[in-house]
């Protein structure tokens, strides 16, 4: 919300925040939990209990479709983003530093799958549609909309600097709103050691 607002030019503190409360199907981890998540915040709009709501992938384009909704501001369609972020974005792989440190294997085995993964998907697209369709628990359709074209050839992790700016600005909202206790390099931060070595395995095995 504070992406969009600020790209508009306003201030977070010119604009009234509103709290909900959390869904009870979301919070208990049920199975269809994921499929109800922003539907607290997209009753309050219809009911005008809000002005406006943060809402993104396969639900976004299922409120857009009922046509009762339109949006103000798309985050991935401004070209000044280095990229669009929220709360889930960009996606993370971390470690605690003692399986860092005295199981280093593992951590590197499991880059190596993820790696491998994303190579398959490369050339998997129907499975990968599939996929994704049952974990954002949306029909091909809206997951194909909200995913940018060939989604499924960009799953591979990287350190690429496009991706630690996108990181330095979560880590910055974090920190700015005290949910970090203090300020760190992010470089220093991102080991590259494990990914390093994970593709060096996947050249050996070529």
């Known amino acids: 919300m504070e992406t969009a607002l600020a790209a508009r030019g306003v201030a977070a503190a010119e604009v009234e925040l ?14 269809d939990h994921k499929g109800n998540l922003g539907q607290v915040e997209a009753d309050a709009l219809k009911a005008g209990k809000v002005d406006a709501i943060f809402a993104g992938g396969v ?37 605690s530093r003692q399986l860092a440190e005295e199981a280093p294997e593992i951590v590197v085995e ?33 997951v194909t909309t909200s ?9 591979a992790v990287n350190l690429s600097e496009q991706a630690l700016l996108a990181l330095e600005g979560q880590k910055r909202f974090l920190y700015d709103h005290g949910y970090l206790s203090k300020d760190f390099d992010l470089a220093k931060w991102a080991d590259d050691r494990f990914l390093k070595a994970a593709l060096a395995e996947i050249e050996q095995d070529a």
């Open 110 to 142: 499991y880059v190596k799958q993820t790696l491998l993964a994303a190579k398959w998907a490369q050339n998997h697209y129907p499975e990968v549609l599939e996929l994704f369709t049952r974990q954002l628990h949306g029909t091909p359709g809206e």
């Open 18 to 31: 509103t709290h909900l409360p959390a869904n009870v199907s979301f919070s208990s981890g049920s199975p």
């Open 59 to 95: 639900f976004a384009q299922r409120l857009l479709a009922t046509g009762e909704f339109k949006p103000i501001y798309e985050l991935s369609a401004d070209p000044e983003l280095v990229l669009p972020i929220n709360n889930s974005y960009p996606n993370t792989l971390t470690v």
């Open 147 to 155: 995913l940018p074209i060939n989604f499924h050839k960009h799953l």
